[in-house]
């Protein structure tokens, strides 16, 4: 496969498909052709960058139906998540820009209104479209635009998200003409669970042969009847499926016929995810959901990584930790692989819980698990756990809650871009009392903190780690009241306080600094939420104290320790180093740190910046 931009040789019907005025265009005899094309396409730009697969695969017939039955950006398409946007990014005429998919300055891996009028929202949050598709369907009505449609995608695994029925509810109950169309493949990451999935299942099962049957000829909404009656339907809904996601004549055909009802609608498309790559179909965890770089012929990982990551060393340190304790349950939202919980899954599947897309009630379940004796380990990505803030407060620590919270993808994450940088946990869960938050530095320090956490039975815990690999061990070179300091040369100068991975970079910085006769003594608090007293200790020993942290700088580890010098009376100058207060962009994780002054030559900058008096935060090369 070559890596070139669609070619009119390469994919011939795709280098026609400029718009969706050309898709339009197109006659429907051409429809599984162009289809094909989108899906080799797909498979060799995604082999080469990564990316989301599976999904995307899935999602071709559905997307060409839509366009060709809607006219974007007229009528409005939204896409709950950007997993399943690359297929509408190809129709809105992007395909040049696969090239550089999830590359700095290139095509987002998820919905950009930066890139296409045709993208409405970009927030990769799930569950959350069919909020915005009511607001959206009532501004609409008050402003008297009746000609333009509303269309809400979302998939099976999103509706197990509470916030999806608290749009049901008020999208059912009005008489305001939103389409909703069900992308139903029986996944999320993993399966679907929980009694939706039972629900789907059944109406899928009934005579699902007849029902495509009777849409091939589907003029109006077919009665229903009441062994097959859907839960949308007693919302309020016409329900029209489920209807075969992969046969564009029928998806067209009951398309049409939701957009005339002018009622709200549900459309039940059944899909496979990964459908026509073999590798996808037959991967058994997520159906490639994601993927690195892969061979395209195999589907297998395009090079061996030799450093495991920091996601696979916390599930197998927690799976030792079940062996010792019987009391340690585990529960993640629709994510058991991405968060390292597969392998605490399999050797212990009664004291494992998938409560799908509903963070908030993966809080507060383990908050009734706590308070039936058991120590829960809520793993979820660090950028998600912000939707549970409320339950994480009110349920946990109001409570006093021995839960220990995980938290993978913290800071910088990289090409997934900014609704996935994990870089605002210590800000927001800073200020949750009785928290306690860790940050290890590396594979050892990961191990012995999450035993320190699991131990801990007076309070809530936390501890957060970045995506990726490990690197070596940093070592100690003593430890002082639960204070790691990593390095120590010449006087009492400089004190830098890291953050967790960071410490290689901020030794290496105090090694350049020592060579220019400034000492620096480099600290890791371990626990780096409350504040150690050990680490204020440290820092009324010093002449100035920079904090270093891959968290927003705004209410993070900086601005705790500047609080609580001040509180002392301590008059040492402190520096925050951090993130910017800004959405960042997606690009490689090394490349962003080093844009926003979290590398070496960033660090020792700084340092140099504030002791000549001047104030240097971050150091902004064009983000």
């Not at 730009?45 to 990564?50: D, E, H, I, L, Y």
């Not at 091939?216 to 062994?227: G, I, Y």
């Not at 060393?313 to 019987?326: D, H, I, N, S």
Request: proline share 6%.
């Amino acid at each position: 496969m070559t890596s070139m931009s669609p070619a009119r040789g390469d994919y011939p019907l795709l280098a026609e498909i400029t718009g969706p005025k050309a898709l339009r265009a197109l006659p429907e005899e051409l429809l599984s052709d162009l289809a094909r094309e989108i899906r080799a396409f797909l498979v060799e730009k995604v082999s080469a960058s990564g990316g989301h697969l599976g999904p995307n695969l899935g999602m071709v017939e559905l997307t060409l139906a839509l366009h060709r039955v809607f006219d974007s950006p007229q009528d409005t398409l939204l896409f709950d998540i950007g997993h399943q946007g690359y297929v509408h990014k190809l129709l809105t005429g992007r395909a040049d820009g696969f090239a550089r998919l999830r590359q700095a300055g290139g095509l987002s891996g998820y919905l950009s209104r930066q890139e296409s009028e045709h993208d409405v929202i970009e927030n990769s949050h799930a569950s959350t479209v069919l909020s915005y598709a009511d607001g959206l369907a009532k501004a609409r009505q008050l402003t008297g635009e009746s000609d333009r449609a509303v269309v809400a995608v979302i998939g099976d695994g999103a509706l197990t998200g509470g916030m999806a029925w608290e749009a049901l509810n008020n999208l059912g109950g009005a008489e305001r003409p939103v389409v909703v169309v069900l992308n139903d493949n029986s996944r999320s990451y993993a399966p679907t669970v929980g009694g939706l999935a039972e629900h789907l299942r059944q109406l899928r099962e009934p005579g699902y042969d007849g029902w495509r049957l009777k849409l091939s000829d589907l003029t109006e909404v077919p009665a229903v009847p009441d062994e097959v009656r859907s839960v949308f339907a007693s919302l309020g809904f016409a329900y029209l499926g489920p209807v075969d996601g992969h046969d564009c004549e029928a998806l067209e055909r009951v398309l049409s016929v939701a957009q005339g009802l002018g009622l709200p609608v549900v459309v039940h498309a059944i899909t496979c995810k990964g459908k026509g790559y073999q590798p996808a179909e037959r991967e058994p965890n997520d159906r490639m959901h994601a993927c690195g770089v892969i061979d395209p012929a195999t589907g297998s990982a395009a090079k061996k990584v030799s450093a495991p990551s920091w996601t696979h060393v916390f599930g197998e340190e927690l799976c030792a930790l079940g062996r010792r304790r019987k009391d340690v349950v585990a529960l993640t939202a629709a994510m058991p692989g991405p968060t390292g919980l597969a392998p605490f899954r399999d050797t212990f599947p009664g004291r494992f819980f998938d409560v799908g897309i509903a963070e908030q009630h993966a809080v507060t379940c383990a908050a009734g698990l706590a308070t039936g004796g058991l120590h829960p380990v809520v793993a979820l990505y660090a950028t998600f756990v912000t939707r549970a803030l409320d339950q994480v407060l009110m349920d946990v620590a109001l409570h006093q809650l021995p839960v220990t919270f995980v938290l993978d993808r913290a800071g910088i994450t990289g090409p997934d871009g900014p609704s996935h940088h994990g870089m605002w946990d210590l800000t927001l869960l800073g200020a949750v009392p009785g928290l306690r938050i860790a940050a290890p530095r590396d594979a050892g320090q990961l191990t012995e903190l999450l035993g320190e956490a699991v131990a801990d039975q007076d309070g809530p815990t936390a501890l957060r780690f970045p995506k990726g690999q490990v690197g070596p061990d940093v070592p100690a070179i003593e430890r002082t009241g639960g204070v790691d300091i990593l390095y120590r040369r010449g006087g009492r100068e400089v004190l830098l306080i890291v953050c967790g991975p960071l410490a290689p970079v901020a030794v290496e910085a105090a090694q350049a600094l020592a060579v220019l006769d400034i000492g620096v003594t480099v600290a890791d608090p371990r626990w780096v939420l409350p504040v150690p007293e050990e680490v204020l200790r440290l820092a009324a020993g010093h002449q100035l104290v920079v904090t270093v942290e891959d968290n927003t700088r705004h209410g993070g580890l900086g601005t705790a320790v500047s609080q609580a010098l001040a509180d002392t009376g301590c008059t040492c100058p402190v520096r925050c180093l951090g993130l910017p207060s800004q959405f960042l962009p997606h690009a490689a994780r090394g490349e962003l740190l080093a844009r926003t002054g979290l590398d070496v030559r960033g660090l020792t900058q700084a340092v140099l910046a504030a002791r000549a008096g001047h104030r240097l935060e971050y150091c902004d090369r064009s983000l």
